[in-house]
């Protein structure tokens, strides 16, 4: 065999190995996908059977007209134009939630507005540290905001005005849920907080303490709101009455009272939005409170426990006070876990419904009907199941916006170590 012909046998031979290893490694890539899949597969079937088909399902159904039984699809069949064959499918939003497009666009509008003042709160000049530089951001973030808030104003009068009274809940269900949100989620992180730095550092029996603390978590729902309910009740006996009249105050209704808190406690005669929450809803706010601060604490602790000691011993070391320890590393090493919190709270505030549902009653005239038992109204009492699923779905984007601004404020702020 001549060397030409070696080199050309040498060189098929090592063609076709490289063929087999390629080979090899194509199969063996395969079947690690396969396998892959075969793990992941029952997750995905669960989510996609008990998350997606939902609310795809639920989708499905606010575009027909449905009591009960499936009836015809909204869509007009020969629209006029694109803009009028949408308008038809989603005429189930229009009539149960927005009620007119233009005033859900303000409404939108104003929100971005707010966005738009946030931005040049935070962003305008900001890198000029003189006094007239910090005035004048501080002045147009406000004008930014008064625009924002006059456009959301303007908007949700205008659905509102659009919408029949009994699909007006909807919207006032927002405003009440919007109220229970931020009547309760401030003070229970606030309060949590606490809780878990005085635990964390200086009590003995932690484990009893953070036992119970976390109680409340754990309690049933119904049995607190039950006992809630008759502590402040509208009786003159009620524990809590007795309480006001021994400093010297009068007997309040508490839950049968549909007047805003400020108005019954300070004698103010405040009316809309700016009116605040009702006596009632205040004290599903105190309910909530009592049953979340305990196991935000419990969270809180644990963040704090992987804390690293030594930047507290450097920092007293340094000289540092305990407030300065608090606010410069306490705080800024807490925030992922202040940021998690926050987060689901929104979202369970935004969605909550047992302890509203045993708690309201005729007499507090619907100011504890948040968009959730709203909803269920519209399904259940008036077998309205088209539009109960118009109202679902408005509140699930609602959420997900919510949660979106909520890590595009907070999430840059938030400090991973």
């Given at each position: 065999?001549?060397v030409?012909e070696q080199h050309a046998?040498?060189s098929?031979?090592?063609?076709?190995?490289?063929?087999?290893?390629l080979s090899?490694?194509k199969h063996?890539?395969t079947?690690e996908n396969?396998?892959?899949?075969?793990?992941?597969?029952?997750?995905?079937?669960l989510?996609?059977?008990?998350?997606?088909?939902p609310?795809?399902?639920?989708?499905?159904m606010s575009?027909h007209?449905?009591?009960?039984?499936?009836?015809?699809?909204?869509?007009?069949?020969?629209p006029?134009?694109f803009?009028?064959?949408?308008r038809?499918?989603?005429?189930?939003?229009?009539s149960?939630?927005?009620g007119?497009?233009g005033?859900?666009?303000?409404f939108?509008?104003?929100?971005v507005?707010?966005?738009?003042?946030?931005?040049?709160?935070?962003?305008l000049?900001?890198?000029r540290?003189?006094?007239v530089y910090?005035?004048?951001?501080i002045v147009?973030g406000?004008?930014?905001?008064a625009?924002g808030?006059?456009?959301?104003s303007?908007g949700y009068?205008?659905?509102t005005?659009?919408?029949?009274p009994r699909d007006?809940?909807?919207?006032k269900?927002l405003?009440?849920?919007i109220?229970?949100?931020?009547?309760?989620?401030?003070?229970?992180l606030a309060?949590g907080?606490?809780?878990?730095?005085?635990?964390?550092?200086?009590?003995?029996?932690?484990a009893?303490?953070?036992t119970?603390?976390?109680?409340?978590?754990?309690?049933p729902t119904?049995?607190?709101?039950?006992?809630?309910?008759?502590v402040?009740?509208?009786?003159?006996t009620s524990?809590?009455?007795q309480?006001?009249?021994l400093?010297g105050g009068?007997v309040q209704?508490?839950?049968a009272?549909p007047?805003?808190?400020?108005?019954?406690a300070f004698?103010w005669?405040?009316e809309?939005?700016i009116?605040?929450?009702?006596?009632a809803l205040?004290v599903?706010?105190?309910?909530?409170?009592?049953?979340y601060t305990?196991?935000?604490a419990?969270?809180?602790m644990?963040?704090l426990?992987?804390?690293p000691g030594d930047?507290?011993?450097?920092a007293?070391?340094?000289?540092?006070?305990?407030?300065?320890?608090?606010?410069?590393i306490?705080?800024p090493l807490?925030?992922?876990?202040?940021?998690?919190?926050?987060?689901?709270?929104?979202?369970?505030?935004?969605?909550?419904?047992?302890?509203?549902?045993?708690?309201r009653?005729?007499t507090?005239?619907g100011?504890?009907?948040?968009s959730a038992?709203?909803?269920?109204?519209?399904?259940?009492a008036?077998?309205?199941?088209?539009?109960?699923?118009?109202q679902?779905?408005?509140?699930m984007l609602l959420?997900?916006?919510?949660?979106q601004?909520?890590r595009s404020?907070?999430?840059?702020r938030?400090?991973?170590?």
């Amino acid at each position: 065999m001549t060397v030409t012909e070696q080199h050309a046998a040498t060189s098929a031979s090592s063609s076709a190995h490289s063929r087999r290893w390629l080979s090899f490694l194509k199969h063996q890539r395969t079947t690690e996908n396969i396998t892959g899949w075969l793990f992941v597969a029952p997750s995905v079937i669960l989510i996609f059977i008990f998350g997606i088909f939902p609310i795809g399902y639920a989708a499905y159904m606010s575009i027909h007209t449905w009591r009960i039984r499936q009836g015809a699809i909204l869509c007009d069949s020969e629209p006029v134009d694109f803009i009028a064959l949408v308008r038809s499918c989603l005429s189930n939003y229009e009539s149960a939630v927005l009620g007119d497009w233009g005033g859900a666009a303000l409404f939108a509008l104003g929100l971005v507005g707010l966005f738009v003042a946030y931005i040049v709160w935070t962003r305008l000049f900001s890198k000029r540290h003189e006094n007239v530089y910090a005035v004048l951001r501080i002045v147009a973030g406000l004008l930014v905001m008064a625009v924002g808030i006059t456009l959301i104003s303007e908007g949700y009068n205008t659905m509102t005005g659009a919408l029949r009274p009994r699909d007006q809940a909807f919207l006032k269900g927002l405003q009440i849920t919007i109220y229970y949100a931020f009547g309760s989620i401030p003070l229970q992180l606030a309060l949590g907080l606490v809780l878990a730095y005085v635990l964390y550092h200086r009590v003995k029996a932690k484990a009893f303490f953070r036992t119970i603390f976390f109680l409340p978590y754990v309690t049933p729902t119904v049995a607190a709101a039950v006992v809630f309910g008759t502590v402040f009740s509208g009786r003159d006996t009620s524990p809590m009455n007795q309480l006001v009249q021994l400093f010297g105050g009068d007997v309040q209704r508490w839950l049968a009272e549909p007047r805003p808190f400020l108005n019954v406690a300070f004698g103010w005669n405040l009316e809309g939005f700016i009116a605040g929450p009702s006596m009632a809803l205040v004290v599903v706010i105190i309910l909530g409170i009592w049953t979340y601060t305990g196991y935000n604490a419990v969270i809180f602790m644990a963040g704090l426990g992987n804390i690293p000691g030594d930047l507290y011993e450097a920092a007293r070391v340094d000289g540092a006070t305990d407030w300065n320890i608090f606010r410069h590393i306490t705080l800024p090493l807490l925030s992922p876990v202040t940021f998690y919190l926050s987060v689901l709270g929104f979202i369970g505030t935004f969605t909550a419904f047992n302890t509203l549902f045993v708690m309201r009653t005729p007499t507090n005239a619907g100011t504890l009907d948040t968009s959730a038992l709203v909803i269920f109204d519209t399904f259940r009492a008036q077998n309205r199941w088209a539009e109960a699923t118009a109202q679902a779905i408005v509140l699930m984007l609602l959420v997900l916006a919510m949660t979106q601004i909520q890590r595009s404020l907070l999430e840059k702020r938030v400090f991973y170590g």
